[in-house]
């Protein structure tokens, strides 16, 4: 089945940009999504791209796909400390099968 | 309601015992999906509800986990003869037609066996 890697930690200064990094083992996922999760909060659905784009922007999120090495990443330009949170990818092999979720990279937000 | 929600949002029981958890999704929509998330872990999935049917119940662990939507709205997962591992959140979404891309995630339930 599909397994999804990521680091679980990364530290960014606020401002600057922060990249987190995922990697998927199925090539028969179709649907990458990341989503946010702050305590107490349920989990939010920040973007998603589909496996026949390469790239997506919506307005401080970027998301960059690299199929051939099944390789995913966020970058949130202009990190505020509001975007401290645990960022989870996921994969689906289509858009109503269940989600597949790494493990989760925690941001932390130095002001 | 405004959001999916889920209750209680914390319930502690002793191994052994039996629980229910409950799922209110978000009015109209037909599909309900259970993920457990235990500690450093991210969501894993448990079974899928489209209306009052099971469309996908794969991911439950062992037969002690049984779940149920018998109006096609609320759920309730049961957990019978809880053990230690099963303590961690168990969270629910709902969808209206059934695409992740439209799946709203309450709060969760926090379950700790003792």
């Known amino acids: 089945g599909e397994d999804v890697e990521q680091s679980l930690f990364l530290s960014v200064r606020e401002g600057d940009s922060s990249v987190i990094n995922c990697t998927y083992t199925?090539?028969?996922?179709?649907?990458l999504y990341w989503y946010k999760q702050e305590p107490g909060a349920g989990l939010q659905l920040l973007t998603y791209?589909?496996?026949?784009?390469d790239m997506k922007q919506d307005q401080r999120l970027t998301v960059l796909l690299n199929k051939k090495d099944k390789h995913l990443s966020l970058r949130i330009a202009d990190t505020q400390t509001g975007d401290s949170a645990i960022y989870f990818c996921?994969?689906?092999?289509?858009?109503?099968?269940?989600?597949?979720f790494g493990k989760g990279t925690r941001l932390s937000v130095i002001a | 309601g405004a959001g999916v929600s889920q209750t209680p949002s914390n319930k502690v029981t002793e191994k052994g015992k039996y629980v229910e958890l409950r799922c209110d999704p978000i009015?109209?929509?037909?599909?309900l999906y259970w993920y457990r998330q235990s500690l450093g872990q991210g969501p894993e999935f448990l079974i899928y509800f489209q209306g009052t049917g099971a469309a996908d119940d794969s991911g439950l662990p062992n037969d002690r986990f049984f779940a149920v939507r018998p109006e096609g709205s609320v759920s309730t997962l049961k957990i019978q003869r809880t053990e230690r591992g099963d303590s961690a959140v168990y969270l629910c979404?709902?969808?209206?037609?059934?695409?992740?891309?439209?799946?709203?995630f309450g709060q969760g339930t926090r379950l700790t066996v003792v």
């Open positions: 791209i589909f496996s026949n784009m």
């Open positions: 996921a994969a689906t092999r289509s858009g109503n099968t269940p989600l597949v």
């Open positions: 979404a709902s969808s209206l037609s059934g695409t992740n891309t439209e799946a709203f």
């Open positions: 009015s109209g929509h037909t599909a």
């Open positions: 199925d090539s028969s996922s179709t649907y």
